[in-house]
């Protein structure tokens, strides 16, 4: 991702949130985001996403499944419910058993294998964000 990639045709920045338990990965995913041009939003947990929603709306929520205590497809379809029109990703290291239809009714525009290939990451992005 290039510099420019978060910013709409209108100079706004489009606003990531990156949910993931594992520090070091949510970590470079959110510094990754931030060179490429994207305000950033950080969770690990249900108490500080439900925090992060309330203060901004993300328009991208690249989400994990396997959450301590959570789960990350009804966290998806919890947030697709509330507004539609965020985009979301899941990532998974265990894609074996997120299906198509799950995928769908959690609202998910696409699921990314971990461990995280940035290049392929870059490129669901953009296309979500289109």
Do not use: C
């Amino acid at each position: 991702m290039n510099a420019s990639a978060g910013h709409a045709a209108t100079g706004a920045k489009k606003t990531v949130l990156v949910l993931d338990d594992h520090v070091p990965l949510r970590e470079e995913l959110a510094e990754y985001f931030t060179i490429s041009g994207y305000d950033v939003m950080q969770a690990g947990d249900g108490p500080t996403l439900s925090a992060a929603l309330r203060r901004k709306r993300p328009d991208l929520a690249v989400l994990d499944i396997d959450l301590p205590g959570w789960n990350g497809i009804e966290i998806a379809q919890a947030i697709h419910r509330r507004d539609p029109t965020i985009r979301i990703i899941l990532m998974t290291g265990n894609p074996n058993w997120v299906t198509p239809a799950l995928t769908t009714d959690s609202g998910a525009f696409a699921v990314v294998e971990k461990p995280i290939e940035l290049a392929r990451l870059s490129r669901v992005v953009r296309a979500a964000l289109l």
